[in-house]
């Protein structure tokens, strides 16, 4: 049998992870990319194709470059450690250059429709229709990798908003927000308090009159920024924080880290106090949300119970006069070329996010198609590393009962453990996720091997960041750098940061220096003037040294005590 071919739906980072896996096993990868450029959520457009992602312009990333890099390529220590989406399509392009991918893309080609062939049962192979130039093109493929990811259609919940349509000013999902120009001296509602909507409520703020952000269930909010300055992720997503998360009650780690978020703002004093527990739900990264309220620019709001043609209603009875609404409400999953309903209708139903158990041959595989907490870029492409095997049938999948049973405990565990939520069928913890990807694969790393012949690497992965890195250690495609790249992590989170050059050890000691100093004149100064309370007046002394009764013995030892007393400092 020859090379078997697969298409890979997207070139976003999904899609160019998975073009990389196919070269790499030795398969035949055709990506199909709707659009002219990689990227995909990362490309930045002004006017965004309906079915694309749509991003605004101020749009940075909320994981840390050490955590969000591909495995096998690290970025430039001199980039900054959150990227803006230019500099995250900048890195982008180099892995793509780097790699050779782009040669394996048709740009401006929309896949039409994607059908099982008549002898599926026995051959896995697929049909593929796509439309490119205005000309409609057929292709037969041995495997399809659909990477278009979770943010393509908009979700804009109108109908539970009652008067919406009657409303007379503008509303928008923050799909079409690219910048505050237009909404300079406006009154804005903004419904919704994920990442998005805390970022363009407090962006808004800047030009509105008037920001109202509305929440029904209150969120708890990160900073990108953890103790000491250090990246949030790098910092707490680590083996060891992991272990002691598993052996620690989930009341003890909800405590701990309310406590320490509120020690930053209290939430319930700000509006924000959330009505789940920390882990129950996937919380909010904003940086600058408290600075926007304490300055009164924006205002938190129960849910919207209403509109009218000129005002919001809230649920606690207050109103204010509105111009425009933004709906920061989310997407929905939406793959309008997959013909296949029986997929369509179990796409919550995937063995370990990425198989449906019920094909006769395992040759479809949803690749991204999951909110980790934690980076995206490495969980796709751990994926795809895992697929590409399936594919060349390296790895063997689980029975369709053993694969429906393992997704049923995996709905079990999350429904005890998370609200009610769409968002939640498709969260996992970033280092549990990773592991069992790698397990699969053949690459998780063995920390107790590795503690006796590298214990300093072995060290560095417990308690250092979890980066893609640890997962190029061993295996099927082991890169001979990854060891570097885990010790040197912590140098290029440091780099740019380290942009104006200090004397550290002159800087160090002259402060040291200078507290000493100042201790030492403190403790002098306090000395004196205890003692200047403490002497007997002068004529006192006089009279002691001149009278009677003791001899010259008394006088003396008044001497020695006063002149001991004078000298203790």
């Known amino acids: 049998?020859?090379?078997?071919?697969?298409?890979?739906?997207?070139?976003?980072?999904?899609?160019?992870?998975?073009?990389?896996?196919?070269?790499?096993?030795?398969?035949?990868?055709?990506?199909?990319?709707?659009?002219?450029d990689i990227g995909g959520l990362w490309r930045y457009e002004e006017i965004p194709q309906s079915g694309s992602p749509g991003i605004y312009q101020s749009l940075t990333c909320n994981t840390s470059k050490e955590m969000t890099a591909f495995s096998d390529y690290p970025m430039p220590d001199h980039y900054p450690n959150y990227l803006h989406h230019s500099k995250m399509m900048e890195y982008l392009r180099l892995f793509a250059r780097h790699f050779g991918l782009r040669e394996h893309i048709q740009f401006q080609t929309k896949v039409c429709s994607v059908r099982k062939r008549p002898d599926f049962s026995s051959s896995g192979q697929w049909d593929v229709v796509v439309e490119a130039?205005?000309?409609?093109?057929?292709?037969?493929?041995?495997?399809?990798?659909?990477?278009?990811?979770?943010?393509?259609e908009k979700y804009l919940p109108l109908q539970d908003f009652p008067g919406i349509d009657k409303f007379r000013g503008k509303y928008l999902h923050s799909w079409e927000y690219k910048h505050p120009d237009n909404f300079v001296g406006k009154r804005v509602v903004v419904i919704g308090i994920g990442n998005s909507g805390a970022d363009v409520a407090g962006e808004i703020s800047r030009v509105a009159e008037q920001v109202f952000l509305s929440t029904r269930q209150g969120a708890w909010i990160w900073s990108r920024v953890w103790d000491n300055g250090n990246p949030l992720d790098a910092t707490l997503f680590t083996r060891y924080n992991r272990i002691v998360q598993k052996f620690y009650p989930t009341f003890l780690i909800n405590r701990w880290t309310e406590n320490k978020l509120n020690a930053r703002f209290n939430h319930a004093n700000y509006g924000l106090q959330a009505k789940h527990r920390f882990l129950s739900h996937q919380s909010t990264f904003s940086d600058d949300l408290p600075n926007h309220i304490i300055t009164g620019r924006v205002m938190m709001k129960p849910n919207v119970k209403e509109f009218t043609e000129t005002s919001a209603?809230?649920?606690?009875?207050?109103?204010?006069?509105?111009?425009?609404?933004?709906?920061?409400?989310?997407?929905?999953?939406?793959?309008?070329?997959?013909?296949?309903?029986?997929?369509?209708?179990?796409?919550?139903s995937l063995f370990k996010f990425v198989f449906?158990?019920?094909?006769?041959?395992?040759?479809?595989?949803?690749?991204?198609?999951?909110?980790?907490?934690?980076?995206?870029?490495?969980?796709?492409?751990?994926?795809?590393?895992?697929?590409?095997?399936?594919?060349?049938?390296?790895?063997?999948?689980?029975?369709?009962?053993?694969?429906?049973?393992?997704?049923?405990?995996?709905?079990?565990?999350?429904?005890?453990?998370?609200?009610?939520?769409?968002?939640?069928?498709?969260?996992?913890?970033?280092?549990?996720?990773?592991?069992?990807?790698?397990?699969?694969?053949?690459?998780?790393?063995?920390?107790?091997?590795?503690?006796?012949?590298?214990?300093?690497?072995?060290?560095?992965?417990?308690?250092?960041?979890?980066?893609?890195?640890?997962?190029?250690?061993?295996?099927?495609?082991?890169?001979?750098?990854?060891?570097?790249?885990?010790?040197?992590?912590?140098?290029?989170?440091?780099?740019?940061?380290?942009?104006?050059?200090?004397?550290?050890?002159?800087?160090?000691?002259?402060?040291?220096?200078?507290?000493?100093?100042?201790?030492?004149?403190?403790?002098?100064?306090?000395?004196?003037?205890?003692?200047?309370?403490?002497?007997?007046?002068?004529?006192?002394?006089?009279?002691?040294?001149?009278?009677?009764?003791g001899g010259g013995g008394g006088s003396r030892a008044g001497q020695r005590w006063a002149g001991n007393r004078v000298s203790e400092p």
Request: hydrophobic share 40%; with cysteine.
């Open 1 to 36: 049998m020859g090379v078997k071919k697969v298409a890979v739906i997207g070139a976003g980072v999904s899609g160019l992870g998975a073009i990389k896996a196919c070269l790499e096993e030795g398969l035949e990868p055709v990506c199909f990319e709707k659009s002219k």
């Open 356 to 549: 449906p158990p019920q094909l006769e041959k395992p040759t479809l595989a949803f690749i991204g198609l999951l909110q980790a907490v934690g980076a995206t870029i490495p969980t796709s492409e751990l994926q795809s590393r895992w697929v590409v095997r399936v594919f060349a049938g390296l790895k063997k999948l689980p029975s369709e009962s053993n694969m429906m049973a393992d997704i049923n405990r995996r709905k079990q565990k999350m429904a005890k453990k998370f609200v009610k939520s769409p968002r939640v069928a498709h969260r996992v913890q970033y280092i549990d996720y990773m592991d069992e990807i790698a397990s699969e694969i053949g690459v998780k790393p063995n920390l107790f091997s590795l503690l006796l012949w590298d214990p300093k690497l072995a060290i560095e992965m417990f308690y250092g960041p979890c980066s893609p890195y640890q997962f190029r250690l061993q295996g099927p495609g082991k890169w001979s750098g990854a060891r570097t790249a885990i010790l040197t992590q912590r140098d290029r989170i440091l780099k740019p940061l380290r942009t104006r050059v200090l004397q550290q050890s002159e800087s160090s000691s002259s402060c040291l220096f200078w507290i000493k100093t100042v201790c030492i004149v403190i403790c002098l100064s306090i000395a004196i003037i205890q003692n200047a309370s403490t002497l007997p007046p002068p004529h006192q002394l006089r009279t002691k040294e001149s009278g009677s009764g």
């Open 133 to 152: 130039d205005g000309n409609l093109k057929s292709y037969i493929f041995d495997a399809i990798m659909i990477c278009i990811g979770l943010y393509t």
């Open 313 to 348: 209603i809230f649920e606690d009875g207050t109103q204010e006069n509105i111009d425009v609404v933004l709906f920061a409400t989310g997407y929905t999953i939406s793959f309008p070329f997959l013909e296949d309903e029986a997929i369509l209708e179990r796409q919550n």
